[in-house]
């Protein structure tokens, strides 16, 4: 378990592949961002994506996954979120693509009303197979203290 204060500010870790299917796009799409250009590849190619274009909320999914399912076993003692700042997406995701995500502490401190935690802030970017930010976002992760624990 990797607990508050094994957290070092500069710590970089690195998740994935995750491949994208046109599939995927439009299951997610159909039942959570039903626009024509996530359902459809013709409507995609009648917009500014020229094509078939996740939802930037599927990004958003895929990259929860990589980071929840890509620790190695080295689980981190998260307590949730109370959100994330600074959540931009960058450039579409297409079938075909490969994901990864990258993870910086960039900040942290612990908890003043809660001694049983701390807050670290992350600099989160997914990329694509030709190394494109095609996500990015500041997560604030409430992680427990091992003197709690």
């Avoid at 039942?31 to 909320?57: C, M, N, R, V």
Wanted: charge should be negative.
């Amino acid at each position: 378990m990797k607990y508050f204060e094994d957290i070092e500010i500069g710590d970089l870790a690195e998740y994935g592949p995750l491949d994208v299917t046109a599939e995927d796009i439009k299951r997610f799409a159909a039942e959570y961002d039903p626009q024509p250009f996530h359902l459809d590849e013709e409507a995609g190619k009648a917009t500014h994506f020229g094509g078939l274009a996740a939802s930037g909320w599927h990004t958003a999914a895929m990259t929860m996954k990589l980071l929840i399912a890509g620790d190695g076993g080295e689980h981190v003692a998260s307590l949730g979120s109370p959100g994330f700042d600074d959540l931009r997406w960058r450039r579409p995701v297409r079938p075909g693509d490969r994901l990864r995500v990258t993870s910086e502490a960039i900040d942290k401190k612990p908890s003043e009303s809660r001694p049983d935690m701390g807050v670290v802030r992350f600099q989160v970017n997914t990329l694509n197979q030709d190394d494109e930010v095609v996500m990015s976002v500041i997560t604030i992760a409430m992680i427990a203290r091992r003197e709690a624990a």
